[in-house]
């Protein structure tokens, strides 16, 4: 029946893979390439259960990528589970390594660990310190300082190390989530809030009552932000301000401050540095911007109106009245500014390439004396 739904077969593969599409990809690739990995011959014999261990982890990390087998999907935790058994597969092969063998891994081993380990862990010292033996050794000729001891200590800081990369993931994807859902609950406030206004627009109307200037007829004037009375006399206000109030008021000032929120919304973005990794997170701050802003521009002029912000209840204009809602829609950055930062710190939690540590400058050669 789908099949006959133009985009259907689309549609499906957006819902069960759900932005996490390149993390699964990614997963698959590890998977495929540590199964090339063990297809090769080995000539120990006593690794036979840990590579049959790992190779029983990848079949198990594909079979949780798999979508129809379950319905993790959604928050994309299968992800994060076929991760863990791709990392468990690579532990178990690791430890089948010989000495010799593990040389070779050592450079992707300690830019690994220099990653995604702080500089005081004790696996990253311990890396550190050994690769720099080794270096030393080799530049020297002398024997590789590795032993059965040092491997096992080795494999067990790269673990650490996975671990650490899987929970900056964890923590930028439940990021993305809490942002979005929020951003998704405060749309459904700003269209409940232009239903509701819309069916009844005289119960709170979003209109102000400025005097008039000297000379005019009547002692008030009702301002909205689709229309105005501009003579009124103090005993028929609240009459008028129900015929004035438009069902269209709430809606009007809502759109503006969407508008102004999404000029800001691009103005920040400046300031979000990019990521390589498949997070959406300036996206999504970008997305919440949008609601904040008309739900602001609407709170900030009710409180005008009830006189919160003195000298600035008598509005009279509409055109006022919706430049004070570019203002406020504008100024949702007051709020959501922390937000930014948090998630900017989240991106900088995922970190790319670590940085090569600066070179000492080369010694200048002796100059012969004259």
Known sequence: MAGWIPGARRL???ER?????VLCEEVRAGVHELR???AEPSDGENHSELLRGARQALDRAMDVLDP??????LTASHVTTAQLHLNYARSLWMRTLSPEELRSFLPAMSALVRQHLAVTDEHRIFVERLAKEVRDAEEAGRPTPLTEGRLVTLVDAVDAARQAALREKLRAESFVRIVRWIAVFLFCTVIVIGVLSALWRTEVPLCFTPAPSPGARGDFSVVCPTGAAPSVPADQLDTRTREVAGWGDYIVVMLIGLVAAGIAATSALRKIRGTSTAFGIPVALALLKLPTGALTAVLGLLLMRGGFVPGLSALDS????????????????????FVD????????GVRGPAAAPPREPAPEPARPKR
């Not at 809602?325 to 950055?333: M, N, P, R, T």
């Not at 930062?341 to 900088?348: E, K, S, T």
């Open 12 to 14: 499906d593969e957006w």
């Open 17 to 21: 893979e759900r932005g996490s599409w």
């Open 36 to 38: 090339a990995i063990l």
């Open 68 to 73: 129809g087998a379950h319905r993790r999907n």
């Open 318 to 337: 509409p055109g006022q009245i919706i430049a004070w809602a570019v203002v406020l829609g504008y100024s949702q950055e007051l709020f959501t500014k």
């Open 341 to 348: 930062r948090q998630g900017q710190a989240v991106l900088d």
